[in-house]
């Protein structure tokens, strides 16, 4: 299959992962509520340190100081801690859907609660990396940082189904890894057509609403313009991230055998035709 038909494929289960937001408009709530969760946490975490060290605190936190890194793996830690943790919560709810049940907000939030020693591991394997990476760097130049990027891909690439694994399988968070990569190793590759689609669906929403309505708005007032454009963009991407995470837990089941697809959009052959199928070619394939 070439590559304009796996995108068409990827745009089809991104419309189709859409309609499933539309149905249960709860699902939107994960990141929406994620992101400004996060912003609070960290804006805390901030406050407090500037409330400790005052306008000294830039000073202190050099880059690449030790203060610098404590900071950057705590960060790095609540940071994945509480998207995971809302993702997870979004996994349990579009399972419902799929089978069936009325997803809601509070159920998902609860079921996140009886996962949070394995959110708690993975959130602190996760920091640990991007603190590796953020090491890599600052301190081997330019060489360091197409190290660290090619780093930050794979990592991405192998992670792409943990969420669902860590919501469902009892493991901890290494044996969450590697059944995330094996999954993407052994059975589908890299996503093409999914990445284009939801990149596509974020740029025509941001193009759409965003934009004119906040050059209106600027016109008006530049400071209504901006915080109204910042507010769109950022329900925009909230739709995008909650679809997303509904494509990846479809995915999840399906390979899992725990498949209850009834909406004639999420068909078997076109979620095959959406990846691309590694041939092993021996033992390091």
Same mark, same amino acid.
Not at 59 to 80: H, K, N, P, R, W
Not at 140 to 158: D, H, Q
Not at 275 to 282: E, N
């Given at each position: 299959m070439g590559l304009f038909s796996r995108i068409g494929k990827?745009?089809?289960?991104?419309?189709?992962?859409?309609?499933?937001?539309?149905?249960?408009?709860?699902?939107?709530?994960?990141p929406i509520i994620s992101t400004l969760f996060l912003l609070f946490v960290i804006g805390s975490f901030m406050g407090l340190a500037y409330a400790k060290w005052g306008y000294d605190y830039p000073e202190m936190v050099q880059e690449g100081s030790l203060i610098d890194y404590v900071f950057a793996f705590i960060t790095y830690l609540i940071s994945y801690f509480v998207i995971v943790f809302f993702n997870v919560g979004l996994v349990h709810c579009t399972r419902m859907y799929l089978q069936g049940e009325k997803p809601t907000f509070k159920a998902g939030v609860q079921f996140s609660m009886t996962r949070i020693p394995a959110i708690l591991g993975w959130a602190t394997l996760s920091a640990t990396v991007g603190l590796i990476i953020k090491a890599i760097q600052e301190n081997s130049g330019t060489v360091g940082g197409i190290i660290a990027s090619i780093i930050g891909i794979v990592w991405s690439i192998a992670t792409f /189904?943990?969420?669902?694994? &860590?919501?469902?399988?009892?493991? @901890?968070?290494?044996?969450?890894?590697?059944?995330?990569?094996?999954?993407?190793?052994?059975?589908?590759g890299e996503s093409i057509g999914a990445t284009f689609?939801?990149?596509?669906?974020? /740029?025509?929403?941001?193009? &759409?609403?965003?934009?004119?309505? @906040?050059?209106?708005?600027f016109l008006v007032h530049p400071v209504l313009g901006i915080t109204v454009g910042i507010l769109i963009v950022f329900f925009i991407q909230s739709i995008v991230s909650a679809s997303e995470m509904v494509f990846i837990t479809t995915i999840y089941q399906q390979l899992t055998g725990d498949s209850a697809l009834d909406e004639e959009d999420w068909d078997a052959n076109t979620i095959d035709d959406l990846f691309i199928q590694k041939k092993k070619k021996g033992i390091f394939s």
């Amino acid at each position: 299959m070439g590559l304009f038909s796996r995108i068409g494929k990827g745009w089809r289960l991104g419309i189709a992962s859409l309609k499933v937001i539309k149905k249960n408009k709860q699902l939107v709530l994960f990141p929406i509520i994620s992101t400004l969760f996060l912003l609070f946490v960290i804006g805390s975490f901030m406050g407090l340190a500037y409330a400790k060290w005052g306008y000294d605190y830039p000073e202190m936190v050099q880059e690449g100081s030790l203060i610098d890194y404590v900071f950057a793996f705590i960060t790095y830690l609540i940071s994945y801690f509480v998207i995971v943790f809302f993702n997870v919560g979004l996994v349990h709810c579009t399972r419902m859907y799929l089978q069936g049940e009325k997803p809601t907000f509070k159920a998902g939030v609860q079921f996140s609660m009886t996962r949070i020693p394995a959110i708690l591991g993975w959130a602190t394997l996760s920091a640990t990396v991007g603190l590796i990476i953020k090491a890599i760097q600052e301190n081997s130049g330019t060489v360091g940082g197409i190290i660290a990027s090619i780093i930050g891909i794979v990592w991405s690439i192998a992670t792409f /189904f943990v969420v669902p694994v &860590l919501a469902y399988e009892n493991v @901890g968070p290494v044996e969450a890894l590697k059944k995330s990569g094996k999954i993407m190793k052994e059975k589908w590759g890299e996503s093409i057509g999914a990445t284009f689609s939801f990149g596509i669906l974020s /740029f025509l929403g941001m193009l &759409l609403f965003a934009i004119p309505i @906040g050059f209106l708005l600027f016109l008006v007032h530049p400071v209504l313009g901006i915080t109204v454009g910042i507010l769109i963009v950022f329900f925009i991407q909230s739709i995008v991230s909650a679809s997303e995470m509904v494509f990846i837990t479809t995915i999840y089941q399906q390979l899992t055998g725990d498949s209850a697809l009834d909406e004639e959009d999420w068909d078997a052959n076109t979620i095959d035709d959406l990846f691309i199928q590694k041939k092993k070619k021996g033992i390091f394939s």
